[in-house]
Structures are given as structure tokens and as C-alpha cells.
């Protein structure tokens, strides 16, 4: 595994070009085929969290797109629709892309780091834009924050009932 308690030449180009993939994605937000075509992995990435975690916990999946589509005055990068979901699934379904931030860390730890480290800069190039991918399509968009915040509330709540009765059981 690479060193990172330095900043090493590899940290540092790697981080960079990961800082480039990402601005160049946040660059074409205002051309949405451009941006839906540099963006297409983050998409696939983020929607089948989604699905994954909805076929997992029950929330049964009706249908994926990948297609841009403008909703109003915003454009919608990707759907997942769900026939099943409810407050026993819903926050763990809409954040269920938080996964890729841990999985961006680790493509960086065991694919980026080292193809530079190697010297292969072409697939150095391709797992910066993944990772990339991984920082962009792992943030829970407004839809999703919106669909999950009763399930969340409801979540936070019952956490908040467990502590105070371990707390005064004298658990903690």
C-alpha cells in the first residue's frame, strides 16, 4: 500500500488530477449533454447504490434511467424508482450513494497511488476520473435528502431514545 503519512509526489499529483476530473465535471454543469456524458460513470455509480440497497432492503426497484431529463428548469441525470419504499428503508435507500466515498478512497489507495507510482499514466489518468466519479455521484442529491429525511428523522430519533434509556440504566 502506498505512503501516505507525506505528501509524496504520487499523493499529491493524484490528488490534483482528481481536483481536475471534478472541476472539469463542475465546469460543463452549464452544457447538460457534455456534462451527462463526462459524468455518465458518476451516474451509473450513484443509481445503482440505489438500486442495490433498494433490492437489499426490500424497497423493490421498478426502474433505472440513465438518461438526462429536464424536469422544469432542472435536469435530472438519473432515476431510480422504487415500488416498496417507506420510513423502514427510505434513508438508508436515498443515502445508500454515501458508499462511494469509501470506494473512491480505496480505488485511490490501491489503483491510483500505484498505477502512478508505476509509471502507467494512461490508466493513472482513468482511476483519477473514477475516483473522480466515486467524489461526484457519492453526494445524495436534493430528491434523494428529501425522499430519505422522514426515515432519517425517524432513525435519528429512535438512536436518541436508545442512548437516553442506555444512559439512564446506567449502561454508559
Do not use: K
Request: with cysteine; glycine share 6%.
Amino acid at each position: 500500500m502506498p505512503e501516505l503519512s507525506t505528501l509524496s509526489p504520487a499523493l499529491l499529483a493524484s490528488a490534483l488530477l482528481v481536483a481536475l476530473w471534478l472541476g472539469l465535471i463542475r465546469a460543463l454543469r452549464h452544457s447538460m449533454y457534455l456534462l451527462a456524458l463526462l459524468s455518465l460513470c458518476a451516474t451509473v455509480m450513484h443509481e445503482a447504490c440505489h438500486w442495490l440497497v433498494g433490492l437489499l432492503l426490500h424497497a423493490r426497484p421498478a426502474s433505472v434511467s440513465l438518461w438526462p431529463q429536464r424536469q422544469g428548469q432542472r435536469w435530472i441525470l438519473g432515476s431510480v424508482s422504487f415500488r416498496n419504499l417507506h420510513l423502514g428503508n427510505a434513508a438508508l435507500v436515498a443515502l445508500a450513494p454515501l458508499a462511494l466515498f469509501p470506494l473512491g478512497w480505496q480505488l485511490a489507495l490501491h489503483w491510483l497511488l500505484p498505477a502512478f507510482q508505476a509509471g502507467h499514466y494512461g490508466q493513472w489518468l482513468l482511476a483519477a476520473y473514477v475516483v473522480a466519479c466515486c467524489a461526484y455521484g457519492g453526494l445524495p442529491s436534493l430528491v434523494d435528502l428529501r425522499l430519505g429525511a422522514a426515515s432519517a428523522l425517524l432513525y435519528a430519533l429512535l438512536l436518541a431514545a436508545l442512548y437516553w434509556l442506555a444512559h439512564y440504566a446506567g449502561l454508559l
